[in-house]
C-alpha cells in the first residue's frame, strides 16, 4: 500500500521592513577657542625704600667714582663706563624726586608756595617766548599759543606750563642751538614738579585738599620711590659685580661694599673709601 504524500512544508517568508535612516544629527559648528593672550605685567610696585635716599645717591656717586677708576679691570665683570654714567643720572633724579616729596610734606605756608612758583613763571615765560619766536612757521602751534595767552591764577600756570612743556619736546629741533637747551627744559620741568608738590602740601594742612592735589601727593611719593629702587637695583648690582672683578683682592673688593639696607642712619656697609687715582 502506498504511504501517503507529506504535504509540502511551507517556506517561511520574512518580511524585512526597511528602517527609517535614523536621522544625522547635524554637527554643531566648533566653537571658536579664543586665543590666550598673555596676562599684562603687573604694574610695578612702588616699595618703600630700606635706606635713606640721601644715603644711596652719595653711595652711588663715590661708586661711579671707582668704575672710572677700575673700568678696565671690570670689563669681564660685565660693569663699564656707561655704568658710572647711569649710577650719576639716577642719583640725580632721586635727589630732584626726593626734594619734591620734601616739599610736599614741610609745606605749610604760602611763603613755601611763593618761592616755588617764581621759577615756574619765568620757565613758563621762557618756553612760550621761545616757540613764539622759533616756531613761527608752524600755524598749529602759533595757534595754541594765541589759545595759552596770560596766566590767570596757579591752575593756570600749572596747565599752561605743561602744555608748553610738550609743545618744546614736539619742536626740539627747531629749538636746537638756543638757550632752551635739554638741560633747562629738565629745570623747568622739575620746577613745575616742586610748586605742584608745594601747592598740594599747603592746601593739605588748610584742609582744602581736593582729589586732584591728593593724587599729586601720593604721586610725588611713588615717583620718589620708582627712583629709589632705580637707583639702588643698580647701585647693588654694580657692588656684586666688582666684588666679583675683585674676589681675590680683599682691599679693591671693600671699595665695592654695598649700602646698608634699612639703616636709620646715614651709614653705609664698609664704606668705600675714596677712588684711588689711576698712577
Same mark, same amino acid.
Given at each position: 500500500?502506498?504511504?501517503?504524500?507529506?504535504?509540502?512544508?511551507?517556506?517561511?517568508?520574512?518580511?524585512?521592513?526597511?528602517?527609517?535612516?535614523?536621522?544625522?544629527?547635524?554637527?554643531?559648528?566648533?566653537?571658536?577657542?579664543?586665543?590666550?593672550?598673555?596676562?599684562?605685567?603687573?604694574?610695578?610696585?612702588?616699595?618703600?625704600?630700606?635706606?635713606?635716599?640721601?644715603?644711596?645717591?652719595?653711595?652711588? #656717586?663715590?661708586?661711579?667714582?671707582?668704575?672710572?677708576?677700575?673700568?678696565?679691570?671690570?670689563?669681564? !665683570?660685565?660693569?663699564?663706563? !656707561?655704568?658710572?654714567?647711569?649710577?650719576?643720572?639716577?642719583?640725580?633724579?632721586?635727589? !630732584?624726586?626726593?626734594?619734591?616729596?620734601?616739599?610736599?610734606?614741610?609745606?605749610?605756608?604760602?611763603?613755601?608756595?611763593?618761592?616755588?612758583?617764581?621759577?615756574? *613763571?619765568?620757565?613758563?615765560?621762557?618756553?612760550?617766548?621761545?616757540?613764539?619766536?622759533?616756531?613761527?612757521?608752524?600755524?598749529?602751534?602759533?595757534?595754541?599759543?594765541?589759545?595759552?595767552?596770560?596766566?590767570?591764577?596757579?591752575?593756570?600756570?600749572?596747565?599752561?606750563?605743561?602744555?608748553?612743556?610738550?609743545?618744546?619736546?614736539?619742536?626740539?629741533?627747531?629749538?636746537?642751538?638756543?638757550?632752551?637747551?635739554?638741560?633747562?627744559?629738565?629745570?623747568?620741568?622739575?620746577?613745575?614738579?616742586?610748586?605742584?608738590?608745594?601747592?598740594?602740601?599747603?592746601?593739605?594742612?588748610?584742609?582744602?585738599?581736593?582729589?586732584?592735589?591728593?593724587?599729586?601727593?601720593?604721586?610725588?611719593?611713588?615717583?620718589?620711590?620708582?627712583?629709589?629702587?632705580?637707583?639702588?637695583?643698580?647701585?647693588?648690582?654694580?657692588?656684586?659685580?666688582?666684588?666679583?672683578?675683585?674676589?681675590?683682592?680683599?682691599?679693591? #673688593?671693600?671699595?665695592?661694599?654695598?649700602? *646698608?639696607?634699612?639703616?636709620?642712619?646715614?651709614?653705609?656697609?664698609?664704606?668705600?673709601?675714596?677712588?684711588?687715582?689711576?698712577?
Amino acid at each position: 500500500m502506498a504511504k501517503p504524500k507529506k504535504p509540502a512544508a511551507r517556506k517561511a517568508t520574512v518580511k524585512f521592513t526597511p528602517r527609517k535612516a535614523a536621522a544625522t544629527p547635524a554637527l554643531a559648528a566648533p566653537t571658536p577657542v579664543a586665543e590666550k593672550r598673555p596676562a599684562a605685567p603687573a604694574a610695578p610696585v612702588a616699595r618703600r625704600p630700606d635706606a635713606p635716599p640721601a644715603l644711596v645717591a652719595k653711595h652711588a #656717586r663715590r661708586l661711579a667714582s671707582q668704575v672710572r677708576v677700575d673700568v678696565a679691570a671690570l670689563a669681564h !665683570a660685565k660693569v663699564a663706563a !656707561a655704568d658710572a654714567h647711569r649710577l650719576e643720572t639716577l642719583a640725580d633724579a632721586l635727589d !630732584a624726586a626726593q626734594e619734591a616729596w620734601l616739599v610736599i610734606q614741610d609745606a605749610r605756608a604760602t611763603g613755601v608756595v611763593a618761592s616755588t612758583r617764581d621759577p615756574v *613763571r619765568a620757565g613758563r615765560d621762557h618756553v612760550f617766548a621761545a616757540l613764539r619766536t622759533f616756531a613761527d612757521a608752524n600755524p598749529t602751534t602759533q595757534s595754541a599759543l594765541d589759545d595759552i595767552g596770560e596766566v590767570q591764577g596757579d591752575d593756570d600756570l600749572i596747565s599752561d606750563t605743561t602744555r608748553l612743556l610738550a609743545l618744546a619736546k614736539k619742536h626740539h629741533h627747531d629749538l636746537d642751538g638756543t638757550d632752551l637747551t635739554d638741560a633747562r627744559l629738565a629745570e623747568i620741568r622739575s620746577a613745575l614738579g616742586l610748586f605742584v608738590a608745594a601747592r598740594g602740601g599747603a592746601q593739605a594742612a588748610a584742609g582744602t585738599t581736593t582729589q586732584a592735589e591728593d593724587e599729586a601727593t601720593r604721586g610725588a611719593r611713588r615717583a620718589r620711590n620708582r627712583a629709589f629702587w632705580a637707583l639702588a637695583d643698580l647701585d647693588r648690582q654694580v657692588a656684586r659685580r666688582g666684588q666679583y672683578a675683585f674676589r681675590d683682592d680683599e682691599a679693591k #673688593r671693600a671699595r665695592y661694599a654695598m649700602y *646698608r639696607r634699612s639703616a636709620p642712619t646715614a651709614a653705609v656697609e664698609g664704606a668705600s673709601p675714596e677712588p684711588t687715582p689711576v698712577k
